[in-house]
């Protein structure tokens, strides 16, 4: 398999991939690293990539479990001040500059799911991949992601219409 | 009518059992038309689905360049490591096969010098002996 032929098998879900590396990750920085490191070890193994069936639910899930590691080092060393600090921050910013976006803070909603709940959200909600394809990204049954995307569904529009009768959006 | 329609289909979407397509009608029903007064709380939650796919990445992926001059430097110290090992060994021999050579010639030397001497030696001892046999072929003449 050579470059070319790499690309054309990989590069049709970068941006899906990005986007999750993002949700789970929050910083774009971040979830470029991420993807860098993510296609260099599709390029390590590329040979064997030839022989899986679905390539890009292999990506999927080498991206959550990417970010799953990242989170968790995170959590462990002291960047979690900093980069907690960082968001504080951010989210200040967006308050001041785009509050009334109501946009942000359906994606300020999305962030203080669970993991878990966000990457299944994001899958089926934003990148619209049936359950079973997200069953195997994530390695769960089929119903039981049915499960936790009803019930991230849920907690979204009951804080969703929270928001709304405060008048806030 | 269709808000009907679109509230089952919420109910069904919110107890995760709408298909791809009905979500697709959710979506194009939010973002394209116009929005019944008591759905719109859903509306900013499909544009924002809507909006959110619209994101790409796009910083260029490097493969080659790193990779390549990674794996060269494993070559390079790999040949450079046999290299050594080879020139050690080889040299190694070289140095003892000119030790030996030399050892031979130093030998060589010396005896070749300890023959000559007994040759010469010899030599001398024989002229002598010829002249003993004048001598005495000249006496034997003269008795007779």
Known sequence: ?169 | MESANIEKLIKKYLEGNTSLQEETTLKNYFTKGIVAPHLQEYQTLFTYFVTAKEESYLKTIELSPLKKSKRNYLWLSIVASIALLVGVFVGKQQYEEYQQKQEAERLFAELSKGLKLISTNLQKGEQAVASLYTLENTVNKIVK
């Open chain 1, 1 to 169: 398999m050579n470059q070319s032929d790499f690309l054309k098998v990989v590069l049709p879900f970068k941006d899906k991939v990005f986007r999750l590396a993002k949700r789970l990750l929050v910083s774009t920085e971040e979830a470029e690293d991420a993807i860098q490191e993510l296609y260099f070890k599709l390029w390590k193994s590329k040979d064997k990539i030839v022989e899986y069936k679905n390539v890009e639910a292999f990506a999927m899930t080498m991206t959550k479990n990417y970010c799953y590691d990242r989170l968790k080092s995170k959590q462990a060393s002291n960047l979690t001040l900093v980069h907690s600090n960082y968001l504080e921050k951010d989210t200040a910013l967006y308050k001041k500059v785009e509050y009334q976006d109501s946009l942000s803070i359906v994606h300020q909603l999305i962030e203080k799911l669970p993991d878990q709940q966000k990457i299944i959200i994001q899958l089926r909600d934003i990148e619209e991949y049936d359950l079973e394809e997200i069953g195997k990204m994530v390695d769960m049954k089929p119903t039981a992601v049915r499960v936790a995307l009803s019930r991230a569904r849920k907690t979204i529009r009951e804080e969703l219409i929270k928001k709304h009768n405060y008048g806030i959006s």
